[in-house]
């Protein structure tokens, strides 16, 4: 059974860091590319970073170009968006989806259940 988890949310001061975590379970992260999104209230949600598989490629939203970093770890099964210089813009529920396949571009139905950031001018 396909499963992520987000962890790592919170409450933050502008500028501060934070560091998310979404733990996948029931495939391997060695097969499959993982994306990370936003929702903020009122707002549309956005592609925010995707770590691919194999030669372990990255992409990043413009706005978050600079200051959040992507990376993963196969043998936890992990994936983590490392978060700095955060700004009030960047409150929203941050989600980890499973894409649909080796390449980002195309998240498959598979999504964690958010966590919340909020960063307090």
């Known amino acids: 059974q396909v499963q992520l988890v987000e962890s790592g949310g919170g409450l933050v001061q502008s500028g501060g860091s934070l560091t998310l975590s979404c733990k996948a379970s029931g495939f391997s992260l060695g097969y499959f590319a993982i994306g990370w999104f936003r929702q903020a209230p009122g707002k549309e949600r956005e592609g925010v970073s995707c770590i691919s598989t194999g030669d372990g490629s990255t992409t990043y939203a413009d706005s978050v170009k600079g200051r959040f970093t992507v990376s993963k770890d196969n043998a936890k099964n992990t994936v983590y968006l490392q978060m700095s210089s955060l700004k009030p813009e960047d409150t929203a529920v941050y989600y980890c989806?499973?894409?649909?396949?080796?390449?980002?571009?195309?998240?498959?139905?598979?999504w964690g259940q958010g966590t919340q950031v909020t960063v307090s001018t």
């Open positions: 989806a499973v894409e649909n396949g080796p390449r980002c571009g195309s998240p498959s139905s598979y």
